[in-house]
């Protein structure tokens, strides 16, 4: 659907967008110049969208857009939580606007169809502030403010503008394409180095300032740095550091954008690209050479530097490749200075091979004060079009930063993966005899609405979704026409066309929209992950915890009344408490439930379930305890058991898949391969106590048979156990097969194929 204005005709271009996201309930500026276009796209739907337009001059120039003006302040809109308020109000004072006079013109309605687009041309410079306006959703609602996407085409193809400040700059350095620039930071600051165009490599030199004065150079090593992080580069979180030959730590990551650096090959030297035939080509060490003689260090051939945004790999054949960068515009890594520091950064020379995607381009260079406070995280593309997004933190953070230090980035978030003075197994042992509570706020939702929601979801789930009563849950898969596995998900309804989908994809949300807009449905998939954040309580205590926490209406079903698969609607506390909706669900093979809020109340919700959970002896619960607790109830794992090159039977939940009169994408495939199956997920029992993992070959004899899909020392069964993808041939429990290491024949270690899954197999417990 488009509503596109009037204001200029429409210019068709091949040049690169600049492109933003404009998350629900929040907002971003644009600068825009004569003749460029901008699009405002509203992907999901329903999604108001209102514009504040300032003329060069910072007055309200809104009347070009050909709307009335409506009621709101910009004021509000820059005073909202989270980042991108802030940035857009530094954007505005930087310019020298003034927000005193700006209205707001609503340009996109709360009813529009997916995919809705306004768009125009810049009749003279303009200044945009793009609002998406919502307010929080109740979790037994399905009204969440969603991303809005912006997109500019610029008149004169200049390069993309770049990403606004994150905080106030002390130095604002650009270094064009193929030189090189030193610069000093002191202890505490921030450095921004940010690809301008994108695909551009950039090298990174620093050095301990005082060392220097005093004629030691003790510069970044990345053998060090590799060997004390124990990956191929740091990158945000608990090991982040880079280090010197002396093992002391002068930088350390704060977000990363990209993910993907390299660490083993030098700066491009003059004797590369002698040795390739370029005599005399530019070279970033000799750059760095130069740039580095005020500060007396000696001049190398090939600088061993850490070499942002270069993607390379180490090839089962041994051999270091690379290939065009990752970055795209406005890409970024930030770091923090440990000590005060001579730094050098370069833009990468090399246009004779992918590395720069074959054409050099600018590099630039930020710093902020030390005493700016920016979040960690790394970013997340859940899709390869998405726009990144950096590590969240959950609204229950505050609590577990209190109990927790270990945290992993999942998918977007940080949480735990075992708390101090505790540690996995005694998380998993209060799981398995009292109950534990775990943030599982990652899980992405997606609301599904209109009159279309049910057809819709019957068409793309492998469970009879026609059959699922208001307040059931019902667990299923997602397939492609293949029969591989896009997702898999739980399923609530809501309401006759009111549903609610859980999954661990972002993609199955566009997925479901594509689908929709492929048949010609009338319905809304709306993201909600940003407004429902959910704890697990599991064990056989979490309903003795949560009956007397749990206040629910005379027309929903009790806690303890609550069936399994079947959700409540109810509040913490008292009819005036906390809004909450409560399933009767799990990923531990215990009784358990989740509970499911809106984050200003995660910490009242976590708070009254804590207490509640301390006389039975709950524990909090990280990832390294729900790892054994789902392999031996099982439970599949995305990336581990299941995958688009897997259909459900395969990955061991068959189960899933209903035959239903309803067809559904992958219907033919899954009926073809359950008639003709060639792998099955079995459990293996080890003899001895040696570690397996993920990816491990199974073999018999000389031939590989299986993998290991995922595997766990069993607290309860006191023995290794494994999921296992293997061939038919082999599956009859009880054979023998052994788990090969190192090459997979040098080493080989005994199993047995054993009754999948390992622990409660009849399900007596999340039945109780």
Known sequence: MSNTSDLAPA??????????????????????RPGDRIRLRDPEGLQPLDLFVFDQHGRDAGDILGRPASTGRLADVLAGEGEEPAAAARALAALGLTEADARPYRVMESGGEPGAVFDFVAPAPLVLVVSAPGSPMA?????????????????????????????????????????????????????????????????FLAFDAAQLTDGIEKGLDPTVTRTLMGSAFPGPGLHSKYYDEDMQALVEVVRDTVGRHDTFALACSAKYYDDVGYPGHPNCSDNFN?????????????????????NTCIETSNALTSDEPWSRPGDYVLLRALTDLVCASSSCTDDIDPANGWNPT??????????????????????????????????FQPRLQALARSFVDYRGFWLPTSYTGRGAIEEYWACRERAAIMDLSALRKFEVIG?????????????????????????????????????????????AANFRVIAGEDFTGVWLRQKAEDWG?????????????????????????????????????????????RFTIGRIGTASGPPVVVSRTGYTGELGYEVWCHPKDALAVWDAIWAAGQPHGMSPLGFEALDMLRIEAGLVFAGYDFSDQTDPYESGIGFAVADKDVDFVGREA???????????????????????????????????????TSATRSPLLKRTIALCRLDVAHATLGTAVEIGKLDGHQKRLSATVVPFPHFDPQKTRVRA
């Open 451 to 495: 009159p279309d929601a049910e057809q819709l979801l019957q068409r793309t789930m492998t469970r009879n979704i026609a059959k699922l009563a208001v307040g059931q849950v019902v667990y299923t898969a997602l397939c492609y026409d293949h029969g591989g596995m896009i997702d898999d998900a739980t399923v609530m309804r809501l309401g």
């Open 670 to 708: 899954l009926a073809r391969r359950k008639a003709n199956p060639a792998r099955r997920m079995v459990g293996l029992d080890l003899t001895g106590n040696e570690t397996i993992g993920h990816g491990d070959p199974v073999f018999v004899g000389r031939a590989q048979v299986g993998v290991v």
């Open 139 to 203: 979790p037994d609602e399905q009204t969440p403010a969603t991303e809005l996407h912006l997109e500019i085409d610029r008149a004169d193809g200049s390069s993309p503008d770049l990403p606004p400040p994150l905080a106030a700059v002390t130095l604002d350095l650009r270094i064009p394409a193929a030189t090189a620039k030193a610069y000093r930071v002191r202890a505490g600051d921030y450095i921004q180095i940010i690809d301008v165009e994108g695909r551009q490599c950039s090298d």
């Open 521 to 565: 449905l009338k319905v809304w998939v709306k993201s909600s992950t940003d407004q429902l954040h959910n704890l697990a309580i599991q064990g056989p205590k979490s309903r003795d915890i949560l009956k007397d926490v749990i206040w629910t209406a005379p027309t929903q079903a009790s806690l303890p009344e609550l069936k399994w698969f």
């Open 290 to 310: 130069e740039v580095l003689k005020p500060f007396h260090v000696r001049a190398r051939k090939g600088w061993p530097a850490i070499n942002f945004f270069y």
């Open 11 to 32: 210019v068709k271009t091949a040049r690169m967008s600049e492109r933003k996201v404009v998350r629900g309930g929040s907002c971003a500026t644009a600068s825009l």
């Open 362 to 395: 600018d590099i630039h260079i930020r710093v902020y004060d030390g005493n700016a406070t920016f979040s960690k995280g790394s970013a997340l593309r859940m899709t390869p079009d998405a726009e990144p997004r950096l590590t969240r933190d959950s609204a």
